[in-house]
């Protein structure tokens, strides 16, 4: 599968605030690793000694191959800072080392038959739906909506900066052409209605389900948003997977501390998700 999971020194390229407690942190030369797939999270270690014993995940948002004087693979993914442990994360330097485990987890698998996917992550949970947009070919057109905070995060999240101009578009249906070729309907809400609809991304995600046929939902965010996308999809019959987060010690399954409960049976986050089939998540 090209995705082996290794244990390993990586270095900082870069670590910056992109808007108002958001920081992105790309990573360096991650040696042995062949490729990471959308869904996937890596576990990092803050520091030596005992003030951050325990590894944090982070849901990785893009994947690039390096070449030339350092090759490997560079990832990249978003923060808030929330806690102390973000808060040393926020500290490190480009040019510092980190200790990397990774890719870790399932990624996101869609239906073969998907044609019309939407795409929904609030806050930092957009950041990896904005790269698996990339990943339908095959699809007659992508939706992606994001639900943040105010228009500095959509920004700094999404990257399209230059969709809105001076006067600040509110258009929520904005047609573009994504990397793999395939119509992309880019959608925003924003707390404070400075882009897009003024409300929640649910809120916007209902509106668009009166016009539009979506045949696969893929959600990522606050838990209690991820709980209405899920069920504003059953009701409609659409299947809809869902990317969890919780404190994950090992990240590999051993600590059984990221339990949740299924249709199933218990099962680990971390190990058998963090990407689940929304309708069997017992919320």
Known sequence: MGCMTVCSKVWVIDNEPVADGLWRLTLGQLSGIEAVRPGQFIQLRLGEGSEHILSRP???SSATTLTGASPGLSVTFFYQVVGRGTDRLARVLPGEFLQLLGPLG???QPPPTTRRPLLIGGGVGFAQLNWYADFFPDAEEVHLL???????????????????GPEEMHDVDVLLTSRAAVPTKRHTATDNGELG???TNVELMAQLMEKTDFDYVAACGPLPMMRQVAR???ERNIYCEVSLESHMACGIGACMGCMISTTAAARRVCADGPVFNAWEVLW
């Open 106 to 108: 399932n990624g996101w």
């Open 232 to 234: 504003l999809a059953q």
């Open 146 to 164: 994001i639900g943040a905070r105010n228009k500095a995060w959509v920004h700094a999240l999404t990257g399209w900066p230059s969709l809105y």
């Open 58 to 60: 982070f849901a990785v």
């Open 197 to 199: 609809h003024h409300g």
